[in-house]
């Protein structure tokens, strides 16, 4: 059972940047695309960035691609999430998923997910 641990979140100020982490167990690392969805207060849960297998191949979508960066270390089984100049529009629950297939299109099956890390920002 693949298990997913998320990390980082808390109270930040706007401007700051803040980088989650995600430890993945249970399985080979490499054998999943992995990615960071995020569900503000009363909203449905967002994709905000997938990474590939290898690491090579990423995917935002539009609204996702001035601040946020997703990376990963095949090493240390860890994903991460930085995220530069917060907003408090970025208030929200961070989850971590984990899936098998890539989607150049941003349709993300994701078959495993952590708890998530809830990430507020005051103004």
């Known amino acids: 059972q693949v298990q997913l641990v998320e990390s980082g979140g808390g109270l930040h100020q706007a401007g700051a940047s803040v980088k989650l982490s995600c430890l993945v167990s249970?399985?080979?690392?490499?054998?999943?695309?992995l990615g960071w969805f995020r569900q503000a207060p009363g909203k449905e849960r967002d994709l905000v960035a997938a990474?590939?297998?290898?690491?090579?191949?990423?995917y935002y979508p539009d609204a996702m691609k001035d601040r946020f960066s997703i990376y990963r270390d095949n090493i240390i089984n860890t994903a991460y999430l930085q995220i530069s100049s917060l907003k408090p529009e970025d208030t929200a629950d961070y989850y971590c998923?984990?899936?098998?297939?890539?989607?150049?299109?941003?349709?993300?099956?994701?078959?495993?997910w952590g708890k998530g890390t809830l990430l507020t920002v005051s103004s």
């Open positions: 249970g399985d080979l690392f490499n054998r999943y695309v």
């Open positions: 998923a984990a899936g098998t297939m890539w989607s150049y299109g941003g349709n993300f099956r994701m078959d495993y």
């Open positions: 990474i590939s297998w290898t690491g090579d191949l990423s």
